[in-house]
């Protein structure tokens, strides 16, 4: 439930600096005609590199997938482990911002791969407005599909494999669950050693053509905003599309009218109280328990959007908890 005792939330300094960063970088690079500024945003977004030595007890490289597309992903793997889950990430940014290789990205998948633990896949997906839908979904499948058919360390378990993303991460988690239930119908398309176990949608980005009650009041919290959301829609749309498109609104996707026959993996949703999105998704939720899917709702009142990359708020803590809950549930 949205937070019914505050109408701000309530940050540390230290957040509100990282805040005031994140938003500098995007509303100054982004222009009104709807193209990105790529030189002043890549001077902008922190960017930290592979680690083949442990840090925190966790290597990361990174490994090309298509070199033609920049298709590529870091991979976190925490040092002496046992056989372990592996969670394939998506990161955030409105389709439109940031990298595999940005920093709060970076130290958020090393802190999911030390805490679960688990091998992480930290997918680097193209980016709109350069790249249009459905690449970020392309990407996304064709990430799978190579770590299907391809080499992970010993200990990565492929059939407890979790498909995880934050905001437009969430929205391509779920786009990349749904291409591959449909896949594992047909026996010719499906995985052959990758089997998804479960979903971990963070604050997905949704969208649709009427506001929400959530949109309408919470006009002016950190990160997001109508207005940058609205920008974003147009960056990663084909021309002439509106917020029903499919890949706004999961509700407008064909597919998504076959769910209830399809093995969608358990998802666990999760929702903050000064996030402006919050309405749309517990309407997924509500939409997948509809359909007869497992599926998790999980609520911190005083979360904003984007809570997980600041490692200093009590929900970014919590939320590690409850991801390893639930992988430790679904592995079973």
Wanted: charged share 20%; net charge neutral; with cysteine.
């Amino acid at each position: 439930m949205a937070s019914e005792t505050k109408s701000a939330p309530i940050l540390p300094w230290k957040t509100r600096l990282l805040v005031a960063r994140l938003t500098f970088a995007c509303n100054y690079t982004r222009r009104s005609n709807g193209t990105v500024n790529r030189l002043l945003m890549n001077f902008l977004d922190a960017k930290s590199p592979p680690t083949p030595k442990p840090m925190n007890g966790v290597t990361s490289s990174d490994i090309t997938v298509d070199v033609s597309r920049n298709l590529w992903f870091r991979l976190f793997t925490p040092a002496d482990a046992d056989t372990l889950p592996v969670i394939v990430y998506f990161h955030g940014g409105g389709f439109v911002f940031f990298s595999a290789s940005t920093k709060p990205y970076d130290e958020f998948c090393r802190r999911l791969a030390e805490n679960i633990p688990a091998v992480v896949v930290s997918v680097n997906y193209r980016l709109a407005p350069e790249h249009r839908f459905p690449a970020q979904f392309d990407d996304a499948f064709d990430a799978l599909k190579f770590l299907d058919a391809n080499f992970l360390p010993p200990n990565a378990d492929l059939s407890r494999c979790f498909i995880a993303g934050d905001s437009a991460g969430g929205n391509i988690a779920h786009q990349v669950a749904l291409r591959s239930a449909a896949a594992d119908a047909d026996a010719d398309a499906g995985f052959r050693r990758l089997r998804i176990a479960g979903v971990i949608a963070i604050q997905p980005f949704f969208g649709g053509e009427e506001r929400t009650e959530s949109e309408l009041r919470l006009t002016h919290m950190p990160i997001l905003n109508m207005e940058l959301s609205d920008w974003m829609w147009k960056a990663f749309l084909p021309e002439g599309s509106n917020r029903n498109h499919e890949g706004v609104n999961f509700l407008s996707d064909p597919k998504s009218a076959h769910i209830s026959g399809l093995n969608f993996p358990a998802t666990m949703v999760f929702v903050g109280g000064f996030d402006p999105l919050q309405d749309l998704q517990r309407k997924y939720y509500d939409w997948l328990k509809k359909s007869r899917k497992e599926a998790y709702l999980v609520e911190y009142p005083q979360a904003i959007h984007a809570f997980y990359a600041f490692p200093e708020l009590p929900e970014a803590s919590q939320l590690l908890t409850d991801v390893r809950d639930f992988i430790q549930k679904q592995c079973q």
